[in-house]
């Protein structure tokens, strides 16, 4: 079995934290130096943040985590090191004396990287025994969820150690990406800075406040960037003839003042070519039709993840259901109505199994909530907790179809609640059934216990109105 590499993080703040944890999470030994005094406990509740978050975009589990070591001097934390990065504070004397200590120590073979967000790389080698070695590898926060690096080097770099570089962050689930030319504060940032000078003047000149400038933002073009970037989003929006076709559009209005920003290229007819040119080799293989179904469906993914969490667009979902009608009930309450989206399909273009169970589940908590154990209620200190189910799957569902789902109560009793759900697509088709039993649990002593009156009083309400249905096909049923 071959030894596990090890990194060097020359600074335990917020940044050289999460660079910690990224190669701590991907099985590398990590060794820190920071002399403040409080670095252990940030860097632990960096690290504690890390193993709740990274794991959980992942369906594989990742390596086991690489061991810890906070070091006393820096000459103990870069000795055999394959990976030093240096995060210490953005002045270049600073990092001058560091870097200095780091090749004092650090193995020559090692990739010294600094994380720094505006100097250049010729700036960090200056006074270097070996400049060829320090590279700047720039990450964004948290740096052990966003992949992207701007890995930049300078004309005394050696291409060998950008490669490397690349290599390593590659394998550990990042973005590397290297910079053509080295430019103060590298690409991503000069980009950032331009959108944040021209949010100070917004504000500045009583246009907005900042809290409508961020909505602007979560709620708007933040959301397509987060997944086609700038260029891709604006060919997309040049329809069906392109690029060329948006630039010709909406290439004047760089002359008008727009904006505070108005030192702009000439709009000359070689760099509309370039950048329809680039744009071609970028997205031509799609058409647009393929590109607006794929920006869509990324779009669904990233607001139904924000739903998850009310924020943003997400929350913004959320309200507007809470106003939608509910559906008409018929002998039975109806407990789910909606389309089945594309992100519960699988390779068959079938809604995946696992999501039958998901809109049964849904299901249970709209009919608790009928049944007055609402959140209010939970969070008093009561809930029911699923003990047993029992779910079959009798017709295909695919991406697009209406699912309606009704609840018929089978027992409700005391603590007891047995509930059986049926799934029907639009068409009317019985798609599955799914047999759930639940108990009242007492959520201070983790302990069954005797709902509250009027929740027990809405459940035997339900129980005798269903009492003379027939008892549903397939109740009690089991694998046999």
């Given at each position: ?33 920071d ?12 690290l ?37 990065q ?12 560091t ?15 600094s ?36 890995i ?10 950008l ?25 991503a ?27 602007c ?16 989003t ?43 040119g ?63 989206p ?5 390779y ?13 589940s ?35 569902v ?11 109560v089978?027992?409700g009793?005391g ?16 798609s ?13 002593t ?13 459940v ?19 694998i046999?």
């Open positions: 079995m071959s030894a596990r590499c090890k990194a060097a993080v020359i600074g335990g703040g917020v940044i050289g934290g999460g660079w910690a944890a990224r190669f701590l999470l991907n099985g590398w030994d990590v060794a820190v130096f002399p403040d005094p409080e670095a252990a406990r940030k860097i632990g509740e960096v504690a943040n890390a193993r709740r978050a990274l794991p959980s975009l992942y369906d594989k589990a990742l390596p086991p985590e690489g061991v810890l070591t906070l070091c006393a001097t820096l000459a103990e934390a870069v000795a055999g090191a394959d990976w030093v240096e995060s210490v504070p953005e002045r270049l004397d600073i990092k001058h004396k870097f200095a200590q780091i090749q004092d120590h650090a193995p020559e073979a090692a990739v010294i990287a994380s720094t967000s505006g100097f250049k790389p010729s700036q960090l080698q200056e006074g270097a025994a070996r400049p060829a070695q320090i590279i700047v590898a720039h990450p964004f926060n948290p740096v052990y969820l966003l992949p992207l690096v701007e930049v080097g300078s004309p005394a770099s050696d291409p060998a150690m490669q490397t570089a690349c290599d390593h962050l590659t394998a550990m689930g990042m973005k590397p990406l290297v910079v053509r030319k080295e430019i103060d504060a590298h690409i940032d000069r980009m950032l800075e331009a959108v944040w000078r021209e949010g100070l003047w917004l504000i500045k000149d009583g246009i907005c406040t900042t809290e409508e400038l961020d909505d933002i979560r709620y708007g073009f933040g959301l397509r960037w987060a997944q086609m970037g700038l260029f891709e604006y060919r997309v929006a040049g329809g069906e003839a392109g690029m060329k076709h948006f630039m010709a559009q909406f290439g004047p209005a760089l002359k008008w003042p727009w904006t505070k920003l108005m030192d702009v290229p000439e709009f000359t007819d070689e760099l509309v070519d370039l950048i329809a680039q744009s071609d080799a970028q997205s031509g293989h799609m058409s647009i039709r393929a590109l607006e179904q794929l920006r869509d469906d990324n779009l669904v993914g990233i607001i139904r993840a924000l739903k998850a969490t009310g924020s943003g667009a997400g929350g913004t979902i959320t309200e507007h259901e809470a106003r939608l009608p509910d559906p008409d009930p018929g002998d039975l309450p109806v407990t789910g109505q909606r389309q089945v594309q992100s519960w399909t699988d068959n273009g079938h809604m995946n199994e696992a999501n039958y169970l998901v809109a049964a849904q299901a249970t908590d709209r009919f608790m909530e009928m049944i007055g154990c609402d959140a209010e209620y939970i969070a008093a200190g009561g809930s029911y907790f699923t003990v047993e189910t029992h779910l079959r799957y009798l017709d295909e695919v991406q697009g179809d209406s699912l309606r789902i009704t609840t018929q089978l027992r009793e603590k007891k609640l047995h509930l059986f759900h049926r799934l029907f697509r639009g068409d009317g088709t019985l599955a059934t799914v047999e759930t039993f639940l108990l009242h649990v007492d959520l201070t983790r302990k069954a216990s005797t709902p509250a009156p009027g929740v027990v009083q809405a035997q309400a339900f129980a005798a109105d269903h009492a003379g249905m027939a008892r549903p096909t397939g109740a009690g049923r089991a046999t």
